[in-house]
Protein backbone atom coordinates (compact mmCIF):
# COMPACT_ATOMS: atom_id res chain seq x y z
CA UNK A 1 0.00 0.00 0.00
CA UNK A 2 1.25 3.16 -0.48
CA UNK A 3 -0.83 5.58 1.18
CA UNK A 4 0.26 8.72 -0.18
CA UNK A 5 4.44 7.88 0.59
CA UNK A 6 6.27 10.08 -1.05
CA UNK A 7 9.07 8.32 -3.51
CA UNK A 8 12.24 10.12 -4.93
CA UNK A 9 13.40 8.64 -7.94
CA UNK A 10 17.08 9.63 -9.53
CA UNK A 11 17.33 9.77 -13.08
CA UNK A 12 13.72 9.43 -12.82
CA UNK A 13 13.33 11.35 -16.15
CA UNK A 14 14.43 8.80 -18.89
CA UNK A 15 15.05 5.42 -19.47
CA UNK A 16 14.19 3.09 -16.76
CA UNK A 17 13.94 5.87 -14.20
CA UNK A 18 10.90 7.45 -16.03
CA UNK A 19 9.23 3.88 -16.28
CA UNK A 20 9.86 3.67 -12.24
CA UNK A 21 8.58 7.27 -11.76
CA UNK A 22 5.10 6.36 -13.74
CA UNK A 23 5.02 3.05 -11.87
CA UNK A 24 5.00 4.59 -8.53
CA UNK A 25 2.42 6.87 -9.52
CA UNK A 26 0.31 4.55 -10.85
CA UNK A 27 0.61 2.60 -7.22
CA UNK A 28 -0.48 5.87 -5.51
CA UNK A 29 2.65 7.35 -4.26
CA UNK A 30 3.71 11.10 -4.65
CA UNK A 31 6.73 11.07 -7.17
CA UNK A 32 9.66 13.36 -7.20
CA UNK A 33 11.77 12.71 -10.53
CA UNK A 34 15.56 14.04 -9.90
CA UNK A 35 17.42 14.46 -13.16
CA UNK A 36 21.10 15.78 -14.10
CA UNK A 37 21.22 18.30 -17.17
CA UNK A 38 18.35 17.46 -20.25
CA UNK A 39 15.71 20.00 -19.20
CA UNK A 40 13.73 18.61 -22.57
CA UNK A 41 13.33 15.46 -21.52
CA UNK A 42 12.86 16.64 -18.20
CA UNK A 43 10.01 18.69 -19.08
CA UNK A 44 8.64 16.45 -21.58
CA UNK A 45 8.07 14.58 -18.83
CA UNK A 46 6.64 16.80 -16.52
CA UNK A 47 4.19 17.63 -18.78
CA UNK A 48 3.38 14.34 -19.63
CA UNK A 49 2.76 12.85 -16.51
CA UNK A 50 2.44 15.77 -13.83
CA UNK A 51 5.45 14.68 -11.66
CA UNK A 52 7.65 17.50 -10.48
CA UNK A 53 11.07 17.56 -11.73
CA UNK A 54 14.18 18.96 -9.73
CA UNK A 55 17.37 19.28 -11.58
CA UNK A 56 20.72 18.49 -9.67
CA UNK A 57 23.79 16.67 -9.79
CA UNK A 58 23.72 13.21 -7.71
CA UNK A 59 27.74 13.56 -7.99
CA UNK A 60 27.85 16.53 -6.20
CA UNK A 61 26.79 16.48 -2.46
CA UNK A 62 26.03 20.16 -1.56
CA UNK A 63 23.87 19.92 -4.34
CA UNK A 64 22.28 16.82 -3.33
CA UNK A 65 21.42 18.30 -0.01
CA UNK A 66 19.42 21.25 -1.38
CA UNK A 67 17.48 19.33 -3.69
CA UNK A 68 16.54 16.77 -0.90
CA UNK A 69 16.02 19.47 1.33
CA UNK A 70 13.83 21.57 -1.68
CA UNK A 71 11.65 17.99 -2.65
CA UNK A 72 10.93 17.19 1.45
CA UNK A 73 9.77 20.82 1.65
CA UNK A 74 7.76 20.64 -1.31
CA UNK A 75 6.81 17.43 -1.93
CA UNK A 76 7.24 15.60 1.51
CA UNK A 77 9.50 13.50 3.84
CA UNK A 78 10.96 11.05 1.87
CA UNK A 79 10.19 7.59 2.24
CA UNK A 80 11.30 5.61 -0.73
CA UNK A 81 14.36 6.38 -2.24
CA UNK A 82 15.41 4.89 -5.89
CA UNK A 83 19.20 5.63 -6.49
CA UNK A 84 19.23 5.10 -10.08
CA UNK A 85 21.02 7.89 -11.99
CA UNK A 86 23.97 6.60 -13.70
CA UNK A 87 26.15 6.82 -16.79
CA UNK A 88 28.94 4.99 -18.60
CA UNK A 89 32.44 6.40 -20.13
CA UNK A 90 33.24 2.98 -21.86
CA UNK A 91 37.17 2.51 -22.81
CA UNK A 92 39.44 -0.59 -22.52
CA UNK A 93 41.05 0.28 -19.30
CA UNK A 94 45.04 0.43 -20.72
CA UNK A 95 43.74 3.53 -22.58
CA UNK A 96 41.55 5.18 -19.74
CA UNK A 97 41.64 8.42 -18.61
CA UNK A 98 41.43 9.41 -14.80
CA UNK A 99 38.29 11.57 -16.05
CA UNK A 100 36.19 9.05 -17.28
CA UNK A 101 36.96 6.67 -14.77
CA UNK A 102 36.17 9.42 -11.79
CA UNK A 103 32.96 10.89 -13.48
CA UNK A 104 31.56 7.01 -13.29
CA UNK A 105 32.35 6.88 -10.19
CA UNK A 106 31.07 9.80 -9.23
CA UNK A 107 27.74 9.61 -10.54
CA UNK A 108 27.05 5.92 -10.61
CA UNK A 109 28.51 5.10 -6.88
CA UNK A 110 29.38 8.46 -4.69
CA UNK A 111 25.65 9.08 -5.54
CA UNK A 112 25.06 6.31 -3.17
CA UNK A 113 25.96 8.29 -0.25
CA UNK A 114 25.34 11.76 -1.57
CA UNK A 115 21.67 10.88 -2.44
CA UNK A 116 21.44 8.76 0.92
CA UNK A 117 22.89 10.45 3.27
CA UNK A 118 21.09 13.73 3.63
CA UNK A 119 17.93 11.71 3.95
CA UNK A 120 18.48 8.80 6.07
CA UNK A 121 18.41 10.23 9.46
CA UNK A 122 14.36 11.39 8.25
CA UNK A 123 13.45 7.78 7.63
CA UNK A 124 15.44 6.96 10.70
CA UNK A 125 13.50 9.15 12.67
CA UNK A 126 10.29 7.99 11.24
CA UNK A 127 11.18 4.19 11.73
CA UNK A 128 10.08 3.72 7.79
CA UNK A 129 12.19 3.84 4.49
CA UNK A 130 12.59 1.96 1.24
CA UNK A 131 15.73 1.91 0.14
CA UNK A 132 16.20 0.47 -3.60
CA UNK A 133 19.75 1.00 -5.83
CA UNK A 134 20.29 0.00 -9.23
CA UNK A 135 23.15 -1.86 -10.05
CA UNK A 136 23.75 -3.39 -13.05
CA UNK A 137 24.25 -7.23 -14.55
CA UNK A 138 27.93 -5.82 -15.11
CA UNK A 139 28.49 -5.13 -11.90
CA UNK A 140 28.20 -8.72 -10.63
CA UNK A 141 30.17 -9.99 -13.72
CA UNK A 142 32.21 -7.20 -14.88
CA UNK A 143 32.46 -6.58 -18.62
CA UNK A 144 35.52 -5.72 -20.73
CA UNK A 145 35.59 -2.08 -21.75
CA UNK A 146 33.63 -1.39 -18.28
CA UNK A 147 35.96 -1.26 -15.49
CA UNK A 148 35.13 1.95 -14.12
CA UNK A 149 31.22 0.76 -14.73
CA UNK A 150 32.11 -2.51 -13.08
CA UNK A 151 33.50 -1.18 -9.84
CA UNK A 152 30.92 1.36 -9.25
CA UNK A 153 27.76 -0.94 -9.99
CA UNK A 154 29.71 -3.75 -7.54
CA UNK A 155 30.71 -1.26 -5.34
CA UNK A 156 26.35 -0.73 -4.63
CA UNK A 157 26.15 -4.04 -4.26
CA UNK A 158 28.49 -4.04 -0.78
CA UNK A 159 26.98 -0.84 -0.14
CA UNK A 160 23.20 -2.11 0.27
CA UNK A 161 24.63 -4.78 1.95
CA UNK A 162 26.48 -3.17 4.81
CA UNK A 163 23.36 -0.21 5.37
CA UNK A 164 21.05 -3.55 5.15
CA UNK A 165 22.68 -3.80 8.43
CA UNK A 166 22.99 -1.03 10.30
CA UNK A 167 19.22 0.03 8.96
CA UNK A 168 17.01 -2.35 9.83
CA UNK A 169 16.30 -2.04 12.79
CA UNK A 170 14.85 1.46 12.15
CA UNK A 171 12.27 -0.17 9.18
CA UNK A 172 14.17 0.27 6.57
CA UNK A 173 14.83 -1.86 3.95
CA UNK A 174 17.76 -1.79 1.38
CA UNK A 175 18.33 -3.51 -1.97
CA UNK A 176 19.66 -3.85 -5.03
CA UNK A 177 18.39 -4.72 -8.45
CA UNK A 178 21.13 -5.89 -11.12
CA UNK A 179 19.43 -4.98 -14.34
CA UNK A 180 20.55 -7.28 -17.67
CA UNK A 181 20.31 -5.23 -20.91
CA UNK A 182 17.31 -3.09 -21.26
CA UNK A 183 16.20 -1.14 -23.79
CA UNK A 184 17.07 2.56 -23.33
CA UNK A 185 19.14 5.56 -24.47
CA UNK A 186 22.13 4.29 -22.69
CA UNK A 187 21.72 0.63 -24.92
CA UNK A 188 20.25 1.92 -28.10
CA UNK A 189 23.71 4.04 -27.73
CA UNK A 190 25.79 0.76 -28.33
CA UNK A 191 26.94 0.67 -31.89
CA UNK A 192 23.83 -2.07 -33.87
CA UNK A 193 26.13 -4.96 -34.39
CA UNK A 194 27.12 -5.05 -31.02
CA UNK A 195 24.11 -4.54 -29.66
CA UNK A 196 22.99 -7.21 -32.00
CA UNK A 197 25.51 -9.71 -30.70
CA UNK A 198 24.57 -8.72 -26.72
CA UNK A 199 21.09 -10.17 -27.27
CA UNK A 200 22.50 -13.08 -29.06
CA UNK A 201 23.53 -14.01 -25.64
CA UNK A 202 20.41 -12.83 -23.88
CA UNK A 203 18.66 -16.66 -23.77
CA UNK A 204 15.15 -14.91 -23.70
CA UNK A 205 16.03 -13.47 -26.86
CA UNK A 206 15.32 -9.90 -26.47
CA UNK A 207 16.51 -6.82 -24.38
CA UNK A 208 14.25 -6.13 -21.37
CA UNK A 209 11.93 -3.06 -20.71
CA UNK A 210 11.97 -0.81 -18.59
CA UNK A 211 8.75 -1.39 -17.16
CA UNK A 212 10.00 -5.11 -16.19
CA UNK A 213 12.34 -2.98 -13.65
CA UNK A 214 9.85 -0.83 -12.48
CA UNK A 215 7.80 -3.96 -11.37
CA UNK A 216 10.64 -4.78 -9.16
CA UNK A 217 11.17 -1.40 -7.41
CA UNK A 218 6.95 -1.53 -6.90
CA UNK A 219 7.35 -4.41 -5.07
CA UNK A 220 10.73 -3.59 -2.92
CA UNK A 221 8.89 -0.16 -2.28
CA UNK A 222 5.61 -1.73 -1.15
CA UNK A 223 5.37 -1.51 3.09
CA UNK A 224 4.58 -5.14 3.19
CA UNK A 225 8.11 -6.09 1.90
CA UNK A 226 9.41 -5.11 5.09
CA UNK A 227 11.32 -8.65 5.49
CA UNK A 228 13.56 -8.36 1.97
CA UNK A 229 16.56 -6.35 2.72
CA UNK A 230 20.58 -6.84 1.54
CA UNK A 231 19.33 -8.80 -1.38
CA UNK A 232 20.14 -8.43 -4.94
CA UNK A 233 17.66 -8.71 -7.37
CA UNK A 234 18.67 -10.28 -11.05
CA UNK A 235 16.47 -9.43 -13.71
CA UNK A 236 18.44 -9.94 -16.90
CA UNK A 237 16.66 -12.61 -19.17
CA UNK A 238 19.15 -15.16 -17.67
CA UNK A 239 21.79 -14.02 -19.12
CA UNK A 240 23.56 -14.16 -16.01
CA UNK A 241 22.36 -16.61 -13.29
CA UNK A 242 24.15 -15.37 -9.49
P1 LIG B 1 19.44 6.75 -19.34
O1 LIG B 1 20.73 7.23 -19.91
O2 LIG B 1 18.34 6.40 -20.25
O3 LIG B 1 18.88 7.80 -18.24
C1 LIG B 1 19.74 8.22 -17.24
C2 LIG B 1 19.03 9.11 -16.26
O4 LIG B 1 19.97 9.47 -15.24
C3 LIG B 1 18.57 10.42 -16.89
O5 LIG B 1 17.38 10.84 -16.26
C4 LIG B 1 19.72 11.36 -16.54
O6 LIG B 1 19.35 12.73 -16.48
C5 LIG B 1 20.10 10.88 -15.16
N1 LIG B 1 21.45 11.29 -14.79
C6 LIG B 1 22.61 10.98 -15.39
N2 LIG B 1 23.64 11.57 -14.76
C7 LIG B 1 23.10 12.29 -13.73
C8 LIG B 1 23.64 13.13 -12.72
N3 LIG B 1 24.96 13.34 -12.61
N4 LIG B 1 22.79 13.70 -11.84
C9 LIG B 1 21.45 13.49 -11.92
N5 LIG B 1 20.88 12.69 -12.85
C10 LIG B 1 21.70 12.11 -13.76
O7 LIG B 1 19.87 5.49 -18.44
P2 LIG B 1 19.09 4.12 -18.15
O8 LIG B 1 17.68 4.37 -17.91
O9 LIG B 1 19.48 3.15 -19.20
O10 LIG B 1 19.83 3.65 -16.82
C11 LIG B 1 19.30 3.91 -15.54
C12 LIG B 1 20.13 3.15 -14.52
O11 LIG B 1 20.08 1.75 -14.79
C13 LIG B 1 21.61 3.54 -14.51
O12 LIG B 1 22.12 3.51 -13.20
C14 LIG B 1 22.24 2.43 -15.33
O13 LIG B 1 23.58 2.27 -15.02
C15 LIG B 1 21.40 1.25 -14.90
N6 LIG B 1 21.39 0.14 -15.82
C16 LIG B 1 20.95 0.30 -17.12
C17 LIG B 1 20.93 -0.78 -17.95
C18 LIG B 1 20.42 -0.67 -19.35
O14 LIG B 1 20.54 -1.68 -20.05
N7 LIG B 1 19.86 0.43 -19.79
C19 LIG B 1 21.42 -2.09 -17.54
C20 LIG B 1 21.84 -2.16 -16.17
C21 LIG B 1 21.82 -1.06 -15.36
P3 LIG B 1 19.36 13.64 -17.84
O15 LIG B 1 18.17 13.23 -18.62
O16 LIG B 1 19.32 15.03 -17.32
O17 LIG B 1 20.65 13.31 -18.55
Redesign the pocket.
Same mark, same amino acid.
Given at each position: MASGRVALV +????? %??? *?AISKGLQAKGYKVA??? /????E??NAFKAETGIPVF &?? @? !? %? @?YAACEAGIKQIESEVGPIDILV =? =?? %? $? +?RDGAFHKMTFEKWQAVI &? +? =?LD #?MFTCTRPLIEGMRSRNFGRIIL? #? #? $??GQKGQAGQTN?SAA &?AGVIGFAKALAQESASKGITVNVI?? /????? @?? !?MAVPEDIRNKIISTIPVGR? %?E *?EE?ARAVEYLADDSSGFITGSTLTINGAQYIT
Open positions: +TGGTR %GIG *AANY /GGNDAA &KF @D !V %G @D =N =NA %G $I +T &K +T =N #SI #S #S $INY &KAP /GYIAT @DM !VL %G *AI
